[in-house]
């Protein structure tokens, strides 16, 4: 890295500061202040790598999303990616750019925030990179992690006849995004969902180390799109069941004054819940998985995924998921 002044902090001054702040871990042999990070690899383990874009005016309005919570979403959205995959988040590396309007003390709830979220997963900011931008504030992550030898979840393996189940609920980000872009206050908890997801590690580990799921990934594009990526690397079909979507009380209620609000838990995205197959047709039932999980469909013979309404006839979702260059 060469050192471009920004602010009153030089660019190698911030790396120092981030570099006392985050420290270091056990599987690091070498972590922030070198070219490379050096992180240990066992034997019985396969490494994870994700990586995602956030950018301003594209992913996030800094007019309603604090630094704090920009700092924690862009490690969650990142490790969700490890959750899908049945892995464990090791370390994260982070690309910054940013321009002079935003302040050293920005940057310092930034990286606060981005610490604790990483803390929250015992994984630990290892590198990355900073540069002026002329522009829009743009985060890069990349995320290492590692999963047990032949037990990562990828999205080829569904088979027809297999249960479909989501965890969590779906829809809340959305519409939280939706109100405040209408300049409206969110209830708290979709204001929460949309800020700060929590990526469902523990969640894929348990169904990564039994076994139990056939295909998976996190829903970040929406339901529909991404259940698309797992029939269309399976080759197979889905059906689900409109009335058994997972709903929040809050979502619910909205969906009551506009049924036409459905859709975005079908298309609206951004959820970071996990979407998975399994030969376990009562997953849900058991009592490790009772509140955690929803059975929502089946998949099907063919190509072809329906969403069955409640008068079983197929329900027409009016948004498609989210496309960046659509």
Request: charged fraction near 20%.
């Amino acid at each position: 890295m060469t050192e471009k002044p920004r602010g009153s902090l030089s660019e190698f001054g911030l790396i120092r500061q981030i570099q006392q702040q985050a420290g270091g871990a056990d599987h690091l042999l070498k972590g922030i202040g070198d070219d490379c990070a050096i992180q240990r690899q066992d034997g019985s383990k396969e490494l994870l790598v994700s990586t995602d874009l956030l950018i301003e005016g594209v992913h996030f309005t800094r007019s309603w999303t604090s630094m704090e919570q920009l700092g924690r979403k862009a490690v969650a959205v990142n490790v969700s990616d490890i959750a899908a995959m049945g892995g464990t988040p090791k370390s994260l590396f982070l690309g910054l750019a940013c321009s002079k309007a935003v302040s050293d003390q920005e940057l310092q709830e930034f990286t606060a925030g981005f610490l604790a979220e990483a803390q929250r997963y015992q994984a630990v900011l290892a590198g990355g990179d900073t540069c002026r931008s002329p522009g829009p504030l743009m985060l890069s992550v990349t995320v290492l992690g590692e999963v047990e030898k032949g037990r990562a979840i990828c999205r080829r393996g569904a088979a027809p006849g297999e249960a479909i189940y989501v965890s969590g609920t779906l829809g809340g980000s959305a519409l939280a995004l939706q109100l405040l872009q209408q300049g409206k206050r969110p209830p708290a908890e979709l204001e929460r969902q949309h800020h700060t997801p929590t990526a469902q590690v523990e969640l894929g580990q348990k169904l990564a180390e039994a076994c139990l799921a056939t295909a998976m990934l996190d829903i970040s594009d929406g339901l529909l799109a991404d259940l698309g990526h797992i029939i269309a690397a399976s080759g197979v079909g889905a059906e689900l069941q409109l009335s058994a979507l997972p709903l929040s009380s809050e979502f619910r209620l909205a969906v009551e004054q506009n049924p036409q609000l459905i859709d975005l838990a079908l298309s609206g995205g951004e959820d970071y819940q996990l979407l998975f197959t399994s030969q376990e047709q009562q997953l849900d039932q058991l009592p490790e998985f009772a509140g955690l999980i929803s059975r929502i469909g089946t998949v099907s013979e063919g190509t072809e995924m329906i969403v069955w309404g409640p008068d079983r006839k197929p329900y027409e979702c009016s948004r498609s998921g989210f496309d960046h260059f659509a």
